[in-house]
C-alpha cells in the first residue's frame, strides 16, 4: 500500500463534501456528453463533430465540383483545428456520412471502399477519398456572410461555427442516433421533399396540427427502403409526442420458378440491419430447422440486394413463410423514435414533428435576415466608395497633382473633396492603369443598381412577411432538386397495413401438401377422410348397422366444423382424419365430447363466411366462421340451450332469405337480416310451434327460389313468383309447403 498524503505545509486544508463533489462533476460530464458528443442540434440536426468534418472540408476547398482528397487529409484537419479526439472515431463519423445505405441524403462523397451493407469494414483513411456532396453544399451555404455565430476552438487558435446556415432539413432527412448521460435520440430518416411541403404548409399555417402534417410526411424514408407497416394512429401518436417507433420489414416478391415451383426473392431489407449477419441468424435457424417452412436460402446480391429463399415444397403458402421469417429474424425490426434534440443549441427536449419543423424554419429566418444586414453593410461601404470614385473622375488632374506633391496627400483630399477616410484610401489605393477605367456612366450605373438593391434588403429586413416568401421560394428550389422524380429524391420506403396472416401461424398446416379430400360422417359418429373428391359413395362399407351421414369435398389443409348436441362447436383438421380403407375413427375418441353429447353435424370451414345455427326449439342465429373456429380438442361453447332443447342445425348462411320448416308441417319463409348475428348465445325464434319443434332450415337467394331434394334424389325448385305465399316474418308459424316438399320435412 502506498503511503498516506500529507497535508500541505501552509496549513490550509479545504473540507470538500464528497456527495456533492461527485453531483457537481457528475453533472459537468453529463452536460458535456449531451451538448458536445451526442443529441443534434434542431437547427442544423448535426453532432459537432460532423459539423467540424465539413467545416474544415470546406476550408480544404473540398466543393462537390471540386477533385478528391485522401480522407488522411480531412481527419488530420480536424484534429489538428477543430476536434482533439481519436483518428479512428473521427474517421468513423466521416464514413457514415458518406454511406448511402445510412445517410438517405449523404453529406461526403466517398471514393473508395467505404463499407457495405453486408456489415464490412471501410478501408484505412490513408486509401479513402473524399469530398463534399451537394447537399452539404447547402448545410454551409452562406457561412462566409456572417449567417452564424463562430466560437473559438479547444485551443484558441481558430473559429469554428456554433451552428451550420443549413438550407436543407438535414435532422429529419438524414435523421440522428445517439446515446447521452440518461438520455438518448433516436430519428429516422425521412424524405426531403415531404419535409419542404410540410415546411411550406408551416409557413401558411404555423399553428398546423401534427395530423395536417402528415398529409405531406407519410412517414420514414430509409434509405434501405423496405415496407413500414405500422398503424396511422401509433404513428401519429409518435410524431405528436415525439416517441415511438416503426415495425419495417423487408421487402420481397414472389418469383416463379417453373413447374409450379416457386421463390422468396427479398430485394430491400430493414434499415440499419447488416445484410451478412442477418443472412447468417437465417442459415442457422434453417439449420436447427427452427424454420420448418424454408429449405435453403442463397445470397445472389451486386449491387443491389437479393436474397433467394426456397420454401420447403410447392405447397407452402408464400405469406405464411415469409410470416415465419419476419416473427423471429431482422426480416423484421423496429426503428426507435426518440426526437430528442438540443432547441437552440442549448436545452435538451423531446419535440413533436412541428416543432422540430419550426426550429429549423426559424433558423433559417434569422440566417436569412443576418445575411441580408450582412450584404446591406457591403454594399453602403461599396457605395461609400463609389462615391469617392466619382470625385475623383470628376477631378482627375487636381487628385494626381495632390498625390505628387503634397506630403499628406490622404488629409489633403479629406479636406479638399470633403472625403471620409476609407473614401480617400480607395483613391490612394487606386492603381494607375485602372484610372482609364474610371469612366462616370459605368460608375453611375454601378452605384444605382447598388441603391437599388440596398432598397430591397431594407424593405426586406423590415417585413417578416417578404422574409417568409423568400424563404418559402428557397424551400421550394430544394423541393425542386430534391423531388419525388429525381434518383436521390424518389420515396424509397412503402407504408402498408400489416397482413392478416399475422395471426397465429399452423406451421404444420403450412407444410402439408394440398390435395383434394371427400370428408364422410356416418349416423353413429365415425369420420374418415377419402382420397380425391368422390361423388358416388354407394360402395363405401360402415360398421355393422352404421350408415352414411352426411359428405362434402374438402382439401388436406382445411378445418371442418362439427356440431354437437350440446350446443358446443369443435374444429378437425381434414388432413389428420382416418383414411377411407377402414371405417374410420368415433369421433368422441377425437375430440374432448361432453357426457351424453351426440355429434350432430358437420360443414366445412371457409375463412370470411356465415353459418346458421339453430336448436331443437327453434332459436337461432348467424356466426362469422372466423370467431367459432377453435384450435383446441374441448371446442366451445357456441348455442346455449333451453332444456330440454338440443342443437339441431349449422348450415352455411350463403343468400338472403331463410327457410325454416317443423315437425308440424309448417313452412315459413323470411329475409335473412331478421336474425340477428352474434358470436354465441341462444339466439333468437325462427318460427313459432303449436305443437312439435323444429325440423330443418336453408338459406337461399329468393330470386333463385327454393329447392330441396325428395327422398328419390330428384331436385324440385320452386320460383320466387310462386313463393309468395310462403313469405312472412321470422316467428310466425307459416302454413303446410308447395306440393312435392319430402314427407321427412327436410330439404335434403
Known amino acids: 500500500m502506498g503511503k498516506p498524503m500529507k497535508p500541505p505545509e501552509d496549513g490550509h486544508i479545504e473540507n470538500v463534501d464528497l456527495k456533492a463533489a461527485l453531483e457537481e462533476r457528475y453533472l459537468s460530464y453529463a452536460l458535456s456528453t449531451i451538448m458536445g458528443r451526442a443529441l443534434p442540434d434542431a437547427r442544423d440536426g448535426l453532432k459537432p463533430v460532423h459539423r467540424r468534418i465539413l467545416h474544415a472540408m470546406r476550408l480544404l476547398r473540398l466543393d462537390p465540383g471540386a477533385a478528391f482528397k485522401k480522407s488522411a487529409s480531412v481527419v488530420g484537419e480536424v484534429i489538428g483545428k477543430f476536434h482533439p479526439h481519436g483518428d479512428q472515431a473521427i474517421y468513423d463519423a466521416m464514413v457514415r456520412l458518406a454511406q448511402d445505405f445510412a445517410q438517405r441524403y449523404p453529406l461526403v462523397d466517398g471514393q473508395g471502399n467505404y463499407g457495405s451493407i453486408d456489415g464490412d469494414n471501410p478501408a484505412a483513411y490513408r486509401y479513402t477519398e473524399a469530398r463534399l456532396t451537394e447537399v452539404a453544399r447547402l448545410l454551409l451555404e452562406g457561412i462566409d456572410e456572417d449567417a452564424v455565430d463562430f466560437r473559438d476552438t479547444y485551443n484558441g487558435e481558430n473559429q469554428e461555427p456554433i451552428v ?4 436543407f432539413p438535414n435532422l429529419l432527412a438524414n435523421g440522428s442516433q445517439g446515446i447521452a448521460v440518461g438520455m438518448a435520440t433516436s430519428i429516422p430518416p425521412h424524405n426531403a421533399a415531404e419535409l419542404c411541403d410540410a415546411a411550406l404548409h408551416l409557413i401558411e399555417n404555423r399553428k398546423a396540427k401534427t395530423a395536417d402534417l402528415l398529409s405531406f410526411v407519410q412517414g420514414p424514408d430509409f434509405p434501405t427502403g423496405g415496407v413500414v407497416v405500422e398503424p396511422k394512429e401509433a404513428i401519429l401518436q409518435a410524431y405528436e409526442t415525439g416517441r415511438g417507433g416503426f415495425r419495417v420489414r423487408a421487402r420481397w416478391e414472389k418469383e416463379e420458378a417453373g413447374r409450379g415451383t416457386w421463390f422468396a426473392v427479398v430485394t430491400e431489407i430493414p434499415y440499419g440491419v447488416p445484410k451478412g449477419r442477418l443472412i447468417e441468424r437465417v442459415a442457422e435457424l434453417v439449420e436447427n430447422k427452427k424454420l420448418p417452412l424454408v429449405a435453403d436460402l442463397r445470397d445472389e446480391s451486386a449491387e443491389d440486394v437479393r436474397i433467394v429463399i426456397e420454401p420447403r415444397n410447392r405447397s407452402v403458402d408464400p405469406a405464411v413463410m415469409m410470416e415465419s421469417l419476419f416473427r423471429v429474424t431482422d426480416l423484421e425490426s423496429r426503428v426507435p423514435l426518440n426526437m430528442n434534440v438540443l432547441m437552440g443549441g442549448q436545452i435538451p427536449r423531446v419535440v413533436s414533428l412541428a416543432e422540430v419543423l419550426l426550429a429549423w424554419l426559424d433558423h433559417r429566418r434569422e440566417v436569412l435576415q443576418r445575411r441580408s444586414r450582412h450584404r446591406l453593410a457591403t454594399i453602403e461601404r461599396r457605395l461609400e466608395i463609389l462615391a469617392g470614385l466619382l470625385i475623383v473622375y470628376l477631378n482627375l488632374d487636381e487628385v494626381i497633382r495632390i498625390i505628387r506633391q503634397e506630403d499628406d496627400p490622404k488629409v489633403e483630399l479629406m479636406q479638399a473633396f470633403t472625403l471620409t477616410e476609407i473614401q480617400a484610401n480607395a483613391i490612394l489605393d487606386t492603381r494607375l492603369r485602372a484610372l482609364r477605367r474610371l469612366e462616370e456612366m459605368e460608375l453611375k450605373r454601378e452605384f444605382d443598381a447598388l441603391t437599388v438593391e440596398k432598397g430591397q434588403i431594407e424593405r426586406l429586413l423590415g417585413s417578416p412577411a417578404r422574409q417568409w416568401k423568400v424563404l418559402a421560394a428557397d424551400i421550394r428550389d430544394i423541393r425542386k432538386a430534391f423531388g419525388p422524380d429525381t434518383k436521390l429524391g424518389k420515396r424509397r420506403t412503402s407504408l402498408a397495413d400489416a397482413p392478416p396472416v399475422v395471426a397465429d401461424v399452423d406451421l404444420a398446416e403450412a407444410i402439408m401438401e394440398r390435395e383434394p379430400l371427400t370428408f364422410v360422417l356416418s349416423e353413429k359418429g365415425w369420420v374418415r377422410a377419402l382420397k380425391g373428391h368422390v361423388q358416388d359413395l354407394s360402395a363405401l362399407q360402415f360398421k355393422g348397422d352404421d350408415a352414411l351421414k352426411l359428405s362434402f369435398p374438402t382439401e388436406s389443409t382445411a378445418k371442418v366444423l362439427v356440431l354437437a348436441s350440446n350446443g358446443k362447436l369443435y374444429t378437425l383438421d381434414a388432413g389428420r382424419l382416418p383414411g377411407g380403407r377402414g371405417f374410420g375413427d368415433p369421433v368422441k375418441l377425437m375430440l374432448d365430447f361432453d357426457e351424453g353429447a351426440d355429434v350432430v353435424t358437420a360443414v366445412p370451414y371457409r375463412p370470411g363466411s356465415k353459418l346458421l345455427v339453430v336448436a331443437s326449439d327453434g332459436r337461432g342465429f348467424i356466426a362469422r366462421a372466423d370467431d367459432v373456429v377453435s384450435s383446441t380438442r ?10 330440454p332443447a338440443r342443437a339441431a342445425l349449422l348450415v352455411p348462411a350463403e343468400g338472403d332469405h331463410v327457410a325454416a320448416i317443423g315437425e308440424n308441417r309448417k313452412l ?7 336474425v340477428a348475428e352474434m358470436g354465441r348465445g341462444s339466439g333468437v325464434r325462427m318460427q313459432r310451434y303449436k305443437s312439435g319443434g323444429f325440423s330443418d332450415a336453408r338459406v337461399f337467394s329468393l330470386d333463385d327460389g327454393l329447392t330441396w331434394t325428395d327422398t328419390s334424389g330428384r331436385t324440385w325448385t320452386v320460383a320466387k313468383a310462386d313463393l309468395r305465399d310462403w313469405i312472412g316474418n ?19
Open 164 to 167: 451550420l446556415p443549413c438550407a
Open 668 to 674: 315459413i319463409l323470411f329475409p335473412i337480416r331478421q
Open 730 to 748: 321470422r316467428g310466425d308459424a307459416g302454413r303446410l309447403p308447395p306440393k312435392g316438399f319430402p314427407k321427412s320435412n327436410r330439404f335434403a
Open 634 to 643: 374441448k371446442g366451445r361453447q357456441f348455442l346455449n340451450l333451453r332444456p
